[in-house]
């Protein structure tokens, strides 16, 4: 019986089928290499080991049944998985099913009646006229009777008194039911007479305030009589709308303020109370540079943006939750699935890593949003924020941009332009939700969340040297901005639940 060869001889064996002289030399010097260091060798002359070198009883009997056995395992624990998956989905969809067959059926039942409804009601002109005809005939075939046919003319005579007898009572009592049914009907005239009336007066009192409006703006700005009729007009039309969104009109700075008058928006009140009105404006006044007040121009650029980043803000907030709910979730539903590649593809978040994308998908603190803006883009008086909408400066090399005035002859790079200021600030954040420099900013905001503590933009400013070339001088800049305008004040303010609608007409 031929001896059963070990690993390590059937290397050596092999060696010697391939004519390896480097291992035959060791041999014939009987020095003992190991294993691995035959395989070194062979793997250097390029010569392929088998796999059936490597098996061995114990594997053969024990380790590869054990692992067969549990991928089976898992393949039946997914089979039915899958089974139960497809068993909820036939369950909902037979639900649906059910629910749209039973609307259905109430919906031609409905239909039915009605067709035989309208089929009853083309069947009583014609019943009518049966009915006409067979008295008609009846009483016609009566009166050629009596005059054809002897009858005795007492007989004929009682006949005829009691048939006008008949007709008078009829008419007589036809006649009184026409006339308590006038009657009632001559009473609803006389009352909804008033009632046409009240409208007109309503109207009349409405227009009135409309009329005076435009001439208080009129007075404003006599001179220039062609550009007020191009001028949006402010007109509060409703008290409770749930936001409002201003178009690209060309607004000028007057006109923004006496919106913000009007509307009752002020940024003492969003201190105090901690909501903001959802005013989205889409671009910055082109003449906000004009405000001689240092103040209020600062105040109006915080009016204008202030909404824009709590909106996106509150976004990220409602998708944080729910991705809090679906990664607790044992099985998802394809919507729940596609929802979760989408936001994957969105963070950029590879091998669907859904605490990576918990640590990414979070907002960014009012505060620094802010001061960002107002540093980028020179409280909305830059070229790039009035041009292209860019409120914070983010470069590009291959979308639409706009070039730097004092950009050097060796670079290429431009300033994103956007259609909307809201598409910036989205744009904004995602930048610092998932470029590779500010990992620092995201690692330090999960800590504090891990903590259980608020998001304050002083905390965080430090982690944004790479945001600009000048780095520490950078970070140290917003905190100068955010501590002198004092835009902590606004890190937990919301959008409130209604607004007064106030609509620009060109």
Do not use: C
Not at 209 to 215: F, G, L, Q, S
């Amino acid at each position: 019986m031929k001896k059963k060869l070990s690993y390590r001889d059937k290397l050596v064996e092999l060696a010697y089928i391939y004519d390896v002289k480097e291992i035959k030399d060791y041999e014939k010097s009987r020095k003992n290499l190991t294993s691995g260091q035959l395989e070194l060798i062979l793997k250097k002359n390029k010569i392929i080991i088998p796999k059936d070198y490597k098996s061995n009883f114990f594997r053969d009997t024990f380790v590869k049944p054990i692992s067969k056995a549990k991928s089976n395992l898992q393949e039946y624990k997914e089979e039915k998985i899958k089974a139960k998956n497809r068993f909820l989905r036939k369950a909902e969809n037979l639900k649906y099913d059910t629910k749209r067959n039973i609307n259905r059926s109430i919906h031609n039942l409905w239909l039915g009646l009605g067709k035989i409804g309208l089929n009853f009601l083309n069947i009583i002109p014609k019943l009518g006229s049966v009915i006409f005809k067979f008295f008609g005939d009846l009483f016609t075939d009566i009166f050629n009777g009596i005059y054809n046919q002897q009858i005795d003319p007492k007989k004929a005579r009682n006949v005829i008194i009691g048939f006008f007898v008949i007709v008078f009572a009829t008419s007589i009592t036809i006649s009184g039911i026409n006339y308590f049914s006038n009657d009632g009907t001559a009473i609803d005239v006389q009352v909804k007479k008033p009632e046409t009336k009240k409208p007109d007066l309503k109207k009349e009192a409405v227009k009135k305030p409309e009329v005076k409006k435009p001439e208080i703006k009129k007075e404003k700005k006599q001179p220039q009589v062609k550009k007020e009729a191009k001028k949006p007009e402010i007109k509060v039309k409703r008290k409770d709308v749930n936001e409002l969104i201003l178009p690209d009109l060309n607004l000028k700075t007057e006109t923004v303020l006496n919106l913000f008058e009007d509307v009752d928006y002020k940024l003492s009140e969003v201190r105090a109370e901690k909501l903001v009105k959802p005013i989205y404006f889409t671009q910055f006044p082109k003449d906000l540079e004009t405000i001689q007040s240092t103040k209020l121009k600062k105040e109006t650029f915080i009016q204008i943006v202030l909404p824009l980043v709590v909106a996106e803000n509150e976004r990220i907030i409602e998708d944080r939750e729910k991705l809090k709910v679906l990664s607790e979730k044992k099985y998802t539903t394809d919507l729940e699935k596609q929802w979760l590649r989408q936001k994957l593809l969105e963070y950029k978040v590879k091998k669907g890593d859904l605490k990576e994308l918990m640590t990414r998908m979070d907002i960014i603190p009012t505060s620094i949003a802010l001061a960002q803006a107002a540093k980028e883009s020179g409280w909305g008086t830059s070229r790039f924020a009035l041009e292209g909408n860019a409120i914070f400066g983010q470069w590009t090399w291959s979308g639409q941009g706009i070039a730097p005035l004092n950009r050097e002859s060796d670079k290429n790079h431009k300033i994103l332009k956007f259609p909307i200021l809201r598409a910036s600030v989205k744009a904004y954040q995602n930048n610092l939700n998932t470029h590779k420099s500010y990992k620092n900013f995201r690692d330090k905001r999960q800590n504090l969340r891990e903590k259980k503590k608020k998001l304050i933009g002083l905390e965080l400013t430090d982690t944004l040297k790479n945001y600009a070339q000048t780095g520490s001088e950078y970070t140290k800049k917003l905190n100068q901005i955010i501590l002198q305008n004092r835009l902590t004040d606004f890190e937990l303010v919301k959008l409130v639940g209604s607004v007064k609608q106030v609509e620009l007409s060109s």
